[in-house]
Each structure stands twice: as structure tokens, then as C-alpha cells.
RNA sequence: GGAAGGGUGGCAGAGUGGCCGAAUGCACCGGUCUUGAAAACCGGCGAAGGUAAUACUUCCGUGGGUUCAAAUCCCACCCCUUCCGCCA
């Protein structure tokens, strides 16, 4: 959520950031607009209310200081009653302004860094760094290596579930496996973050704090007859776990990594990466997620980075890393670096982490707050990325390590975990 | 799912219509004392809005109602604890 105050100091100035992701946010009839309009009138119902408040108050205190001399009150209790009426009738016109105002702010998305580069789609990303070097020999997709070792098992999945779900079978379950706790020993024992497990299904209130709801709903898979939802990335309720706290500030920054599933219904992605487990409605992931004070967001995002590429450097799997225009970032991010890994199949690089830095959008709408020097609550800034997505990172090493002899080498920091050199 | 009890500041816990944003204790911050620390003593100490600063307003699980006046009375809902049922 954008901070109230600077919305109305700096109207114009958080509107030329919020225009560097779409002009369109700034239309007649948007969000931002409406959210101005609503404000005002808040504002104003409010200082009205207030008046009326005060006076009702000091008089009800008379009030009771007469009746407890014994005096009579009545006539002053049925001038009262015309006031509280009153109160009562603006009261209920202040809410309604108040709640369309917050509807408002929480559809608006955060405006984005100054860092990050103006553009309006993928294409306008910039590339940072490259690492490894990537094969540009013919490669078979990820799903023939696979089912061709007979570990992945896509027709399974499709009579399970439907589209978009896959059975991982033998070494390829293994693999999934193997995957998560190799990333999770490396972030908790080289990396110094402490790892959570936490529940798959969370309320509308946490997606609320870090900016799935309301306006996305449509992405989630939400459980019938209840307010639950099946997590659509570990985000929600890692960085939630703090949700309504103040945090002494000597105990910042938090670091956790977690292990979990990811739900995402792909509506609107029909037709896009079908084949495979590119594009899954289940899928793993080793979630990495900091709370820290504003000042130092910038630092550790770079840190948080460099955590993803180690696990992608620790698997010899090339990759790039990317800064994301403004068009492209999600709504909760002011920056966003993702890393893409090289699949040789289509020889292109892919998207397997997202590290993001949300300032202190998640920090307000989630009412995690630590205290400053002065004593003083303020919302935490957030950030979180992937360390990394465990189904693309194991299509990656499926294509990277496959020899012409059928077989896949494995990286050498996987051979404990999985017992074998090959596939 | 059934029954009973309960949700008050960082924590514990008092408060059953006005003098309550709320006793008291702990924790925390500042000071006195001390070589230093502890103890003791003195003072401070919830959040949000608002203001130049005050004032003022709101918040005692959530939402509604009664009243001049609600933490306190009424209704609904949510959550927690214990017992029973079920269960990995």
C-alpha cells in the first residue's frame, strides 16, 4: 500500500512513478483517481464528525458530573439526542468514504524505484550479468529426456488433475526432493537464513498484506465456503509470520528461507508453455524472504541476489541476471532482478528466481512495523526471491546435463543428495 | 461436530454504564545511588488520525444495536483454551 500521507503531499510526483509502469494507471475513473476523490471527501466528513464527537462528549460528561450532584439532567440529555443522532448518521457516511478510500489504495500498485529502467514490456529489461557458459548443441526437450528415462510422467498428472500437473517418478521424484533440501542446507548453513515451514493455506487477510489480493484473485485457487486459499508462492505466508507486529529493531533484519508448494490457476496464460513443467499449477519452491529496515533494502537486495546465484552456480547452470523495466514488475515490487537460466531446447534463457524489493508497500499493508531510533513505529521494508523454483531448476539441469548417450550427468553438489552420478 | 470457559497495552492481569485509553506487576527507557553492576528509589512508557505545537477524534477480538454516555448492557460472527467425539 502506497503511504497515505505522501499520496496527498506528493500526488503528483508518486503519479509520474506509477506512469513510468502504465499511463493508464493515472486514467479518468482509475483507482488513483477515485482514491483522490474519496479521500477528500473523507477528510472533510471527518473533521465534521470529529467537531460534533468532541462536543458530545464534553456535554455527556456534564451530563454525568450533574447526575452524580444530584441534579437534573434531562433537559441537556434531550438536547443530546438530536446530536447523536447526528453523530450516528455521519458516522456511518464518514466509514463508507474511509472504506472506499482503502478499497482504492489497496488496488494501487507500488510506484517503482527510481533504479528501475523505464520500459513497458519483457523486451525493455536490461540484462546485468552473465554467468557460465551456455550449449549450443541440438538438446531434446526437457519432456522427452524425461519421459524417455521414465521420471516424468505428464499423461499421470492430466488424469489426476488436468492440464498443467506432471507425476514425477523414481529419480525424478528424487530429484524434486533432493533439490529442495540441497537449497534449503545451503541457505541455512552458508547463508546464515533460518528456515520456516509454514502452512500451504492462508487467509485473505495475508494475501492482503503482501498484495495478492484484492486485485488478483482470479489467480488463486481459494477453498470452498471458507476464507482460505492455497498459497500461490511461500512469500505469503513467510513474510506474513510478522503480519501486525512491531519488531524491536535489533532484531532486524529477519532472514528466512522456506520450503513450499506454489498453487497458481495460469488463468490468462492459456496457450503458453503447455509441454512440460515449465508452467504448472503446482509446482515447489525455496523461498527466500527478508525484513529489514528502509535504508538498507537496496544492500540487500543485492545480497539476496547473489544467494539465488549460488544455488544456480552450485548446479553449473548458465544463467542471466536481468533488471525488469517498470512495465514489467509485479504490482507489490518497486525493483525487481530476475535470473534466467539457459535451457539449451530452445536455446533461451528462462525465468527461475524473481528477487524483489518491495520497499515498504508489504510492511504497511501487512502492519508489520519495527521501531526507529526515535522509538517510533514504521513499516518494515520487504524482499523476497526465489532460491530457486524447484520444477524449472529441474528441467534445467535435465537439459543441461544431457549427453548424447541419453544419459544426464548430475552436478557434483547433488551427487550426495541423490546418490549417483547420472541420470 | 457437541459442551464449558475466555479474547483488555510488549507480556501478565484488574476493570460490569459516566471520575477509564484503562489500576497494578513485569519488561523497556531516563535519572539518583554505586569504582562498575545488581538492588533500592524517582520519573517516563500503547497505537492511528490530526496540529507548527497544543487541542481534538478513534481504537478494549470483529460487526451491528441500546443510551445523553459503552471495555462494561443486548444480538450476530470470528478466534483461542479445556473436555467429549473423530483422526495422521
Known sequence: MIDRKSFRRDFAVMGAALARRSPSLLHEGSSWQQARIFDERQRALKAELEVLQAKRNRVSKDIGAAKSRGEDASDAIGRMAEVAGRVKALDAETKEAEDAFSRMLLEIPNPPHATTPDGVDESDN?????????RNDAVPPHWEIGESLGILDFEAGVRLAGSRF?????????????LMQFMLDLHADQHGYEEVWVPAIVNSKA??????????????????????????TG?????????GQILDADILPIRHCGYTPCFRREAGSAGRDTRGMIRQHQFDKVELVWLLPPDGAAHALMQ??????????ALA?????????????????????????????????????SCSSFGQFQGRRAGIRYRDAAGKPQPVATLNGSGLAIGRTLVALLENGWQADGRVCLPIALQPYMGREYL
Open 207 to 232: 494475501l492482503t498484506g503482501t498484495g495478492q489480493l484484492p486485485k488478483f484473485a482470479d489467480d488463486l485457487y481459494r477453498l470452498e465456503g471458507e476464507d482460505a486459499f492455497l498459497i500461490p
Open 317 to 353: 547452470l548458465p544463467y542471466r541476471a536481468m533488471d525488469l523495466c517498470a512495465g514489467d514488475i509485479g504490482f507489490s515490487a518497486e525493483k525487481t532482478i530476475d535470473l534466467e537460466v539457459w535451457l539449451p531446447s530452445q536455446q533461451c534463457y528462462r525465468e527461475i528466481s
Open 235 to 243: 512469500e505469503v505466508p513467510i513474510t506474513n509470520l510478522y503480519q
Open 126 to 134: 536490461i540484462e546485468r550479468h552473465r554467468w557460465g557458459t551456455p
Open 166 to 178: 506432471s507425476v514425477l517418478r523414481g529419480a525424478g521424484a528424487r530429484l524434486e526432493r533432493a
Open 304 to 313: 539476496l541476489l547473489s544467494h539465488a546465484e549460488a544455488v544456480l552456480q
